[in-house]
Nanobody, 128 residues
């Protein structure tokens, strides 16, 4: 069992930066690939980024490439999402998730249905 708690969301202006954190419980955190997803009202949950167990492999959605960076600290049992150059369209509730795989292909890791555990979400609002 893994429990995930996100933090770091808030109200920012377009062009600003924000770092989200996701703290995980359990001693097997390093056994999980971690992902970030986001959701806006009335829409499906969209993949943002994923990071493998060691932190050495990452995937990003096209919307996140060049602006967002996913990282993890297996000592602190925490995964981060650094978001730079935020845009209005980045406004969403951001969720972290864990899947019991060390790593796999983009098709699986970008599919929220593949993840085993989810946090409660943290809201990010980007204003003009």
């Amino acid at each position: 069992q893994v429990q995930l708690v996100e933090s770091g969301g808030g109200l920012v202006q377009a062009g600003d930066s924000l770092r989200l954190s996701c703290a995980a419980s359990g001693r097997t955190f390093s056994s999980y690939t971690m992902g970030w997803f986001r959701q806006t009202p009335g829409k499906d949950r969209d993949f943002v980024a994923a990071i493998g167990w060691s932190g050495g492999r990452t995937y990003y959605a096209d919307s996140a490439k060049g602006r967002f960076t996913i990282s993890r600290d297996n000592v602190k049992n925490t995964v981060y999402l650094q978001m730079n150059s935020l845009k209005l369209e980045d406004t969403a509730v951001y969720y972290c998730a864990a899947v019991g795989l060390l790593w796999t292909n983009y098709g699986i890791l970008s599919d929220g249905g593949r993840y085993d555990y989810w946090g409660q979400g943290t809201r990010v609002i980007v204003s003009s």
